[in-house]
């Protein structure tokens, strides 16, 4: 009778001991006791129990209860059976490992931090962690926009999916304006330029007084209209320049933006179109003319004629087609200061002249291109302390 009633117990330390790795003792395996024994049978009262029985018993126990709370072996697993149900435990070691303990411990995020952005998932602690294939920079970015709510799950998994091929740009989502100095190393200067376009002109803060006027030399060319993917551009063929500065700059390309990239005293145009130059020595200027509505603009009207529709689709435009004059404003006077390209790689040293006076496009020229680009400007960038000429 004694010997059924300690059974239970013994079951209960024995596999306490085996699955924990402990020493046994003497212990012998025909201790082990059925399945059916009732679990009361294993509490009946220390006093009917022979001495020695019951001090092996309560130094057994005693074992498992230092084995429990010391934990013995780091994530060791302990099995406790009860009425025949096991319940599974991991031991914990009463001090981390050397290299656990130089790991500190992840910060709680506090209030409008994302602090769980960059913070790994925990593993199960009895599992290796599985490398996660899909650890690639510009899904890492993704997933951390799709964290915060800037990018829907679907391009997290398209970032991933082409994150080995060719990085491309965009305006919205993970590879936006926010993005671009982080998704070549050549593309840095749009993270950390100092000079970088577009920006804000308070005309309160500008430099007023007298300026050299710009001298246009355009004359009637032709030219090629190309949808890029990010704009619709037209280069040209021909003899176009500027002179600005002592130096002249040949008319390469021009595109447009929707809004205008510029601000004046944070105002935003309908569109903006960016003349494109360069200089013998490589120097590039730009000058940008803001488009607002208004009546139709003829210029405007025959690149639109040719508009391709699909990317990187390009279309031939007739010789002469294009006076560049058609779209410049009677005043010509601008604002002029050091800055960037407005695209990556986001390029500095470039010299920038935005007319005052906008020039007037239709409602359906700005409706027609906006239904192919939505929204292709980039936010306007810090001044920095710039100076900015205002041309009296």
């Not at 010391?70 to 060791?76: I, L, M, Y």
């Not at 208004?294 to 529709?309: C, F, R």
Request: charged letters at 20%; one cysteine or more; aromatic letters at 6%.
């Amino acid at each position: 009778m004694n010997s059924n009633r300690l059974n239970p117990l013994l079951a209960t330390s024995l596999a306490l001991f085996l699955t924990a790795g402990l020493p046994l003792a003497s212990m012998a395996a025909d201790h082990a006791a059925p399945a059916e024994a009732p679990a009361a049978d294993a509490h009946a009262a220390p006093a009917k129990k022979p001495a020695s029985s019951a001090s092996a018993a309560k130094a057994m126990g005693d074992q498992v209860r230092e084995a429990v709370e010391a934990g013995g072996t780091a994530n060791k697993r302990i099995t406790l059976v009860v009425n025949g149900k096991e319940k599974k435990f991991i031991t914990m070691p009463a001090k981390p490992p050397a290299a656990a303990a130089e790991a500190p411990a992840a910060a709680p995020a506090k209030a409008g931090e994302h602090a769980t952005e960059h913070a790994p998932t925990a593993a199960p602690k009895h599992a290796a962690v599985a490398v996660n294939p899909k650890a690639s920079r510009a899904y890492i970015r993704a997933k951390a926009a799709a964290m915060t709510g800037h990018e829907s799950p679907a391009a997290v998994d398209a970032a991933a999916a082409h994150h080995d091929g060719e990085v491309h740009w965009a305006y919205e989502g993970a590879n936006g304006p926010q993005a671009w100095g982080q998704l070549k190393p050549e593309f840095n200067a749009c993270a950390i330029g100092k000079r970088q376009s577009p920006i804000n002109i308070e005309e309160s803060a500008t430099l007023q007084g007298p300026a050299e006027p710009l001298q246009f030399n355009y004359m009637p060319s032709s030219g090629s209209v190309v949808n890029n993917g990010h704009t619709i551009q037209v280069d040209l063929y021909g003899d176009n320049a500027i002179t600005v500065r002592g130096s002249t700059y040949k008319l390469l390309q021009f595109h447009f933006h929707t809004p205008s990239e510029e601000q004046i005293n944070y105002r935003n145009f309908a569109m903006v179109a960016h003349l494109v130059h360069k200089n013998p020595e490589g120097q590039l200027a730009v000058v940008a003319v803001l488009l607002d509505p208004g009546t139709t603009n003829a210029l405007i009207n025959k690149v639109w004629t040719y508009m391709p529709l699909d990317t990187n689709d390009r279309v031939r435009m007739p010789v002469g087609i294009i006076d560049m004059n058609d779209l410049l404003p009677k005043d010509q006077r601008y604002y002029q200061f050091m800055g960037s390209l407005t695209t990556p790689p986001c390029t500095e040293g470039v010299l920038w002249m935005v007319l005052k006076q906008p020039t007037t496009v239709s409602k359906e020229q700005i409706k027609l291109f906006s239904q192919l680009f939505p929204r292709n400007a980039r936010p306007v960038q810090p001044v920095n302390g710039r100076a900015v000429r205002d041309a009296q």
